[in-house]
Structure formats: C-alpha cells, structure tokens
C-alpha cells in the first residue's frame, strides 16, 4: 500500500522493505482510515446522487443537465500535535493521501472531484488543498493549490477499471508528488500552487461529481482511503 525504497530521512540510503517503510512513517506521524459508508454529508442538484458502501462510496450526475452530487466529511487530527485545532490541517507538515478511483462513465464535458482542502464546497480548488480531477473523457489530473491552483496532467483512465492514487505533500521543499499505481505520474514545484501553512478554518475532505447543461453523465467512486500526517 505504501510505495518507498528509500527513506527520506535517517537511513543512509538503505533499501528497506515495505514493512520496514510502513513502521518509519507510524513512528513520524499517524496514519488515518477513512470509512466510506457513514459520516458524510450529501448535497446534490438535479438527479444527482451519491452512494455509500463499507468499501467504496459513488458520485454519479445520472444524466442530468447541470446535475450534480458532493459528498464531503470533516477532517480530524490532521493540525499540529499542540496549538492548533484538531479539525484544521496544518499544511507545513508532510502528509500523504491514498486513494482507490474509478471512473464508469463518459463523454461530455462531466468533472469528478476528489480532495482534501480548506472548504467545502464543490468544484475545483480555490483554497488550500491537494486532489486529483477526472474528466468525462478518463483523464486524470493532478491538483494543488497554494495561493493559486496548479495542474499537472497524469495519465488517461480506462472506463470501470480502478487506479490507487497516492498523493505525497512536501511542504519544505516545496514539492507535491503524484503517484498511480505505485509509479510517479507527476510533481509539481511551483510554490505557489502548494499549501504550506497551518489552515485557520476547519478541513474537508470532498468527493464530488458535476455536469453542466448538456446533461452527459458522470459517475464516479472512491475507495480505500488513507491518509498520513507528519507528526
């Protein structure tokens, strides 16, 4: 699940195992199960709707125009051992997400949305955050926001078939790296399309799938969601 030979830190440039990566990162921070059938808050348009299973959760426009579907939970634990709030994100710490997409359905001009950010709301990030985007024609598309929004173009989905993201945030660098099936697809250094600073306002994670007037489906699921955070 976790993707390391070499640890950053401490290590000397010893090739570990995965269980050897796995106990180093609980030693420098704590590692976060997000369940996918209870605790998120659904908000849809239309004919929008949003499913939720033990394993995995689904977004999904049916078809409609300007139809769309949010399913979003607050965070937890993810601020500063002391100080800070626990539903804040404190952005200058390392963290990594993991994440398991599917994307079922296309063409048309349809967006998914997975994120971890500073709001709420839908769409593409406008605050603080890190997240991938999906369009309707199976593209996958790396995302961070700073103080303005970076891209970074991954690869092209293929309809119903899963892909485990990994998101790697390096906010000292600065550097986000994004990782598909344990294979580095794209990083971004741009400082300022790169959160770095503990939030003021609580955390969210947002899944989320939206259609504008043609009424071309999208339909979208999640899973395996992990997340760690730098002590």
């Known amino acids: 699940m976790v993707s390391g030979k070499i640890i950053e830190r401490g290590h000397g440039g010893l090739v570990l195992s995965n269980a050897d990566v796995l106990v180093d990162l609980t030693q420098r921070g704590r590692w976060f ?4 059938n209870a605790g998120w808050t659904e908000t849809n348009v239309g004919v929008g709707d949003a499913t939720f299973q033990p394993f995995y959760m689904r977004v999904d ?8 579907s949010l399913a979003t939970t607050g965070i937890y634990g993810l ?15 390392k963290l990594r ?30 605050e603080k955050g890190l997240g991938v985007k999906i369009l309707a024609n199976g593209s996958l598309t790396g995302e961070s926001y700073g103080s303005t929004l970076g891209s970074v173009a991954l690869l092209t989905m293929t309809a119903s ?17 994004f990782w598909v099936d344990g294979v580095l697809k794209g990083t971004q250094s741009t400082s300022a399309n790169i959160p770095q600073t503990l939030a003021t306002v609580a955390g969210y994670l947002a899944f989320s799938a939206s259609e504008g007037v043609g009424g071309d489906r999208m339909l ?8 760690w955070k730098e002590r």
Do not use: C, N
């Open 33 to 36: 199960s997000i369940p996918t």
């Open 61 to 68: 426009t049916a078809g409609g125009a300007s139809a769309s």
């Open 79 to 93: 601020d500063k051992l002391t100080g800070g709030s626990r539903f804040e994100i404190d952005w200058s710490k």
């Open 97 to 126: 997400i993991l994440v398991t997409l599917v994307w079922a359905v296309g063409p048309g001009t349809p967006v998914a949305h997975f994120q971890l950010k500073d709001v709420s709301t839908i769409g593409a990030l406008a």
């Open 161 to 177: 078939e899963s892909y485990q993201v990994e998101i790697r945030h390096y906010p000292a660098i600065p550097k986000v790296e």
């Open 220 to 227: 979208a699921e999640a899973g395996g969601i992990w997340i």
